[in-house]
Structure formats: structure tokens, C-alpha cells
């Protein structure tokens, strides 16, 4: 069992910055696959940005070129940078891991069995 803690959502104007961090009880957070998901009311939630165990990213086409997932390996922490900010970014955001071989280099945008409470994120025009 992951347990899972975001933080570093809060609001903020268009155009600017934030960085939410994801900390993870396990010490081998660099083994899983490691996602951001976003979700507003109404709507399903869905994958923002994903990391590999090998390394490789991944990013949906509106935050292509604006976010950044990284790790933190001994920090065991998960790491989205976000940056230019748009309204249209507002959202609950949550991290979440699974299982992957040590060596994959991408991973999934569904099936991850744990998950973070979340951290709001508003951007105001």
C-alpha cells in the first residue's frame, strides 16, 4: 500500500507559476510509474502528466511545453512544475502511482490503484 500526499496548489494569476510536490511513503517511488491527474466539477478526471520508471514522460496536448513531471528520488517525491498558467488549468489536482517494470519508459493514463486527496489549483484571468 502507497499512501500519497499532495502539496503547493493555491491561486494564482494567468501566466504564472506553481509547483505541486507529491510525497510518497514507499522509497522506491523511483520503481512505479508516477501521474498527475486534474479534474473540475462535471467533468471525468483526467491525465496531465506521467514518468517512468526508466524516465520517460509524457504530457496532455493543453499543458504540452507549460508542465514538467519530474522526481525527487530522495525525497521519494513526485514533482509537477507548471508554468504560463491559464484559467482553463483550474482544477483539482491529483498524484497517483503504480507498479512497472524498472525498465519501462512509458506508462498508462488509467488503472492506477493509489491515489492522493488532492491539491486545488486556481487561475484567475
Known amino acids: 500500500q502507497v499512501q500519497l500526499v499532495e502539496s503547493g496548489g493555491g491561486s494564482v494569476q494567468a501566466g504564472g507559476s506553481l509547483t505541486l510536490s507529491c510525497s510518497a511513503s514507499?522509497?522506491?517511488?523511483?520503481?512505479?510509474?508516477g501521474a498527475w491527474f486534474r479534474q473540475t466539477p462535471g467533468k471525468d478526471r483526467e491525465v496531465v502528466a506521467t514518468?517512468?520508471?526508466?524516465?520517460?514522460?509524457s504530457y496532455a496536448d493543453p499543458v504540452q511545453g507549460r508542465f514538467t513531471i519530474s522526481r525527487d528520488k530522495p525525497e521519494n517525491t513526485l514533482v509537477l512544475l507548471m508554468t504560463n498558467l491559464k484559467p482553463e488549468d483550474t482544477a483539482m489536482y491529483y498524484c497517483?502511482?503504480?507498479?512497472?517494470?524498472?525498465?519501462?519508459?512509458?506508462?498508462?493514463?488509467?488503472?492506477?490503484?493509489?491515489w492522493g486527496r488532492g491539491t486545488q489549483v486556481t487561475v484567475s484571468s
Open positions: 497517483a502511482t503504480r507498479s512497472a517494470p524498472v525498465s519501462a519508459m512509458d506508462c498508462p493514463g488509467t488503472d492506477y490503484p493509489y
Open positions: 514507499t522509497s522506491l517511488m523511483w520503481r512505479y510509474c
Open positions: 514518468i517512468a520508471p526508466a524516465g520517460g514522460t
